[in-house]
């Protein structure tokens, strides 16, 4: 199995999907973009400084009905130019952007977004059956972003440092629950249970992963924040 290579942590006179971007900072990064003709959305509490002109509204997210039933947001920031943005979560991380070409899609854990240009189609799904014991629950969501038009980008924040692994088809690697940041649509997943004896007369306990076989792209990251799950 390759192994997973760690992703450039800096960014600078980027050009894609009709913006220009930069990513630098070592410990809390930060994302700039130059908007152009093409808006940006994003999560508002990511917002860090804009140039004045810069115009701020809502962006409305299809599937308001379902988002309401998941407790999902129905509405997103949007920010249009011309003019720079800023972003930066409030955590140690690595943020680095997943360029899309017109009709391509990636799946990312949720709470990891942090902005994505306005041709990028955003939804999500319901995870069920798979163990996650950083949730405690039964389920979890993943975010799904898809290119509509042209070449779109997804910028991602993981904790700690982001590496990623190319698998083959059939190959697996099995990651730590709260380890996988992103994956291809065509990565499946599935919970494998470990059962881990210390010996004799001692006690025993079990592992879980997530076990990821290929073809396809996993992101992992090198630190993770529990978050409460939805029921």
């Known amino acids: 199995m390759p192994v997973p290579q760690l992703l450039s942590t800096v960014a600078r006179q980027e050009t894609a999907g009709g913006v220009t971007y930069h990513i630098e900072g070592e410990l809390v990064p930060v994302l700039s973009v130059e908007l152009g003709a093409a808006p940006v959305f994003f999560e508002h509490h990511i917002l860090l400084w804009k140039d004045p002109g810069v115009e ?39 943020v680095f952007a997943v360029h899309l070409k017109q009709g391509e899609t990636i799946e990312v854990r949720e709470h990891q977004f942090l902005a994505a240009t306005d ?17 405690g629950g039964t389920g979890f969501f993943i975010d799904s972003f898809t290119s509509r038009q042209g070449e779109g980008i997804v910028w991602l924040h993981g904790y700690g440092n982001v ?69």
């Open 56 to 94: 701020i509204g809502l962006k409305a997210l299809s599937g308001s009905f379902k988002r309401v039933l998941a407790g999902m947001p129905i509405f997103l920031t949007e920010a249009r130019g011309p003019g720079r943005i800023a972003f930066s979560r409030d955590g140690a991380g690595h």
């Open 119 to 135: 041709n990028v189609d955003y939804t999500f799904n319901r995870v069920k059956g798979i163990s996650n014991m950083l949730f």
């Open 163 to 231: 590496f990623e692994v190319t698998l083959a088809h059939g190959e697996s690697i099995d990651i730590e629950p709260g380890g996988w940041l992103h994956k291809d649509p065509s990565v499946r997943m599935e919970t494998i249970i470990q059962r881990v004896t210390a010996g004799f007369l001692a006690g025993s306990g079990q592992l879980f992963w997530n076990r990821f076989t290929g073809p396809g792209r996993v992101g992992l990251q090198s630190m993770y924040l529990h978050f409460p799950s939805k029921e």
